[in-house]
T-cell receptor, first 115, second 111 residues
Framework: AQSVTQLDSQVPVFEEAPVELRCNYS??????LFWYVQYPNQGLQLLLK??????LVKGINGFEAEFNKSQTSFHLRKPSVHISDTAEYFC?????????????FGAGTRLAVHP | NAGVTQTPKFQVLKTGQSMTLQCAQDMNHEYMSWYRQDPGMGLRLIHYSVGAGITDQGEVPNGYNVSRSTTEDFPLRLLSAAPSQTSVYFCASTSRAYGYTFGSGTRLTVV
């Protein structure tokens, strides 16, 4: 069965520091990978996605992620965070099973940016 | 504005009551789905639909029913609410070109 593991439930960081949010997935078939952000009391917003091609994907708000097939990872990075990046971040994998696609989410990582 | 509209935004139910969470999209997407979000568990798929008249179960379907009579609407029904169904519910509409578009969520409390 496919699964997504976000290795850190919470990541505290100071403003302007770099951050990496880790995500590993398990799947025996080709996958599409996503990172979503959820600000307090809001819905999910797509940060970036990997469908194919270049393994380094750039998204909104200065975030980027690197797809590593051999390590089955899709870690999210930002070189310098802002207070406004405080949110919960979800890694997700879309898999095709039984003829239909399904989006499977990790448990989420809460990023807290401190001044 | 194009997108996914969920109603209501907040709801409190008593155990045993029934209700329907509404979801509508105006993007003409065939694929729609319902997720529940619980602390420390991310989002889990409840039910999904690949087109009008076609629905199927996701990871956590027990206690929920769905139907898809039109492309636009995908309501989620709780027939007899239980405290374990206290959660935030998200509806999503999907296309290959634009990926998943999520609604703003319904926060449900069952007391």
């Amino acid at each position: 069965a496919q699964s997504v593991t976000q290795l850190d439930s919470q990541v505290p960081v100071f403003e302007e520091a770099p951050v990496e949010l880790r995500c590993n997935y398990s799947s025996s078939v080709s996958v599409y990978l996503f990172w979503y952000v959820q600000y307090p009391n809001q819905g999910l917003q797509l940060l970036l996605k990997y469908l194919s091609g270049s393994t380094l994907v750039k998204g909104i708000n200065g975030f980027e992620a690197e797809f590593n097939k051999s390590q089955t990872s899709f870690h999210l990075r930002k070189p310098s965070v802002h207070i406004s990046d405080t949110a919960e971040y979800f890694c997700a994998v879309e898999v095709f099973s039984g003829g239909y696609n399904k989006l499977i989410f990790g448990a989420g990582t809460r990023l807290a940016v401190h001044p | 504005n194009a997108g996914v509209t969920q109603t209501p935004k907040f709801q409190v139910l008593k155990t045993g009551q029934s209700m329907t969470l509404q979801c509508a999209q105006d993007m003409n997407h065939e694929y729609m789905s319902w997720y529940r979000q619980d602390p420390g568990m991310g989002l889990r798929l409840i039910h999904y639909s690949v087109g009008a008249g076609i629905t199927d179960q996701g990871e956590v379907p027990n206690g929920y029913n769905v139907s898809r009579s039109t492309t636009e609407d995908f309501p989620l029904r709780l027939l007899s609410a239980a405290p374990s169904q206290t959660s935030v519910y998200f509806c999503a509409s999907t296309s290959r070109a634009y990926g998943y578009t999520f609604g703003s969520g319904t926060r449900l409390t069952v007391v």
